[in-house]
Each structure stands twice: as C-alpha cells, then as structure tokens.
C-alpha cells in the first residue's frame, strides 16, 4: 500500500558529508512524522532523527550539530544531512514513516529497504 524508497548511502570519509533522500508513495492520506533511524552491526536498530508534519525535530545526542533532518510535504519526501561523519555513524540507515492511508481511520508505520552508510577513518 505504501513503499519508502531510500537513496544516497555510500562509502565517504572521515569527516565527510552525505545527504540521504526518502520518498513515499501508495495510498498516503497524510503523513505524520517521519524519521531515519540506523543499525549498525551486532547493535539494535536506534533513532537518529525524526520531524513531526507541523513542531519541532528530535535528535540522537550523539547526531545533534552534524546531521540535519527536512521533510517536502508535497513530495511526501524527508531528507537527512549528515555533515562531519565519523566512523562509528557506519551503519544501515532506514527511512521510517507514520501514513494515515486513504482508506481506514488508522496510521501505520512504514519502514525503507534500508541503505548503507560506510565512513572510513
């Protein structure tokens, strides 16, 4: 009913930049927030940062300076800047989104196929 389709991971170094893109589609009524969280391996799945359709964002303590977090409603698109990486930001990153859909009173969760980020030290 509803797909995330992630792009923009890679191998940058050190110190590098990457941003990475979400897109929705299906049968999306609305969508209320929208996030990226990652897993590195042997690690459970943490958030990294989220934006609700209409407040403030939240982020990882350990993200908050380096990474920013956009969404485009009209796209049903949320987007992730990561400025200064580090080698422990190594990990799959996921999109995640909270779909009202066009038919049904319910939000669901949405997750993306995932995409890796490899930053070298």
């Known amino acids: 009913q509803v797909q995330l389709v992630e792009s923009g991971g890679g191998l940058v170094q050190a110190g590098g930049s990457l941003r990475l893109s979400c897109a929705a589609s299906g049968s999306i009524a609305s969508i209320n927030a929208m996030g990226w969280y990652r897993q590195a391996p042997g690690k459970q799945r943490e958030l990294v940062a989220a934006?609700?359709?209409?407040?403030?964002?939240n982020y990882a303590d350990s993200v908050k300076g380096r990474f920013t977090i956009s969404r485009d409603n009209a796209k049903n698109a949320v987007y992730l800047r990561m400025n200064s990486l580090k080698p422990e930001d190594t990990a799959v990153y996921y999109c995640n989104a909270r779909v009202k859909l066009l038919q049904g009173p319910y939000e669901y969760d949405y997750w993306g196929q995932g995409t890796q980020v490899t930053v070298s030290s």
């Open positions: 934006i609700p359709s209409g407040g403030s964002t």
